[in-house]
């Protein structure tokens, strides 16, 4: 389970919100500038709050009152955002081992290669990441972040440049491999279907605010009503 209740001031945006995630899968939902990525860098120990604090199954990972704060790398989390940055100099497989130094080089083999496969990107293994696509590129970055099995899993719209049916593709193979190993995982997206294709927990976030937690049926219900209106030519 995530906590977190935090406040943040940058300029003429502000954020203050506050949610329990108790689902393996939630997909916060919001349009540009809504602060969708902001909770994922507060969350992920990168940007401090004004104010706030930050919980996960139990352990507390950020309390300004107290003056607490662990980054990323002591959170054990994952962070994939929508610029890959994969290292240029390294070959696929190379950049999907880098962070498993603790494991053998046999298991560091196995575990790019379990990798690659779960993103249908096994054939890209010897290639620079020059010669990749952007939806090739975001595919390496998401196994070279999964290869070291976070326990919370921060995407921020990390398909972007993938066509509909590639991302639900992915998404089919991805999230019964993340239950399986209890990884929980926030997905933002300003893309309504990706929260209806995930069957996900959806929190919707508005100028800074969570307004709602629940069902995408529930929460998206007026914006699922916009989508069906545009498309009819209302």
């Not at 906590?3 to 001031?9: D, I, S, W, Y």
């Not at 929508?82 to 999907?96: C, E, I, K, T």
């Not at 099995?149 to 921020?156: E, G, K, V, W």
């Not at 069957?199 to 007026?222: D, K, Q, T, W």
């Amino acid at each position: 389970m995530l906590e977190f209740a935090l406040a943040l001031r940058r300029g003429h945006f502000q954020l203050k919100t506050e949610a329990r995630f108790s689902s393996s899968w939630t997909v916060v939902f919001g349009p540009s500038g809504a602060g969708k990525s902001t909770i994922l860098r507060l969350l992920a120990g990168l940007d401090e709050p004004d104010q706030g604090r930050v919980a996960f199954r139990g352990e507390t990972w950020t309390d300004t009152g107290r003056g607490l704060r662990r980054r990323l790398g002591n959170r054990n989390i994952g962070l994939v955002s929508q610029q890959p940055a994969l290292f240029p100099h390294m070959s696929v497989a190379a950049n999907v081992r880098y962070g498993l130094a603790g494991l053998g080089q046999h298991q560091q083999t196995e575990r790019a290669q379990e990798m690659l496969s779960l993103v249908g990107a096994a054939d890209l293994a010897d290639r620079r990441p020059c010669d990749l696509s952007g939806g090739e590129a975001q595919r390496i970055a998401l196994a070279r972040t999964l290869a070291v099995l976070p326990r919370l899993l921060l995407l921020d719209e990390p398909f972007s440049a993938l066509d509909g049916t590639a991302s639900d593709g992915l998404l089919s193979r991805l999230q019964p491999w993340l239950l399986e190993r209890r990884i929980q995982t926030i997905l933002v997206t300003h893309d309504a279907t990706d929260a209806y294709v995930s069957n996900a927990e959806v929190a919707l976030l508005c100028e800074g605010r969570i307004v709602a937690i629940g069902s995408a049926a529930e929460v998206l219900a007026g914006e699922r009503q916009r989508i069906l209106s545009h498309l009819g030519g209302d």
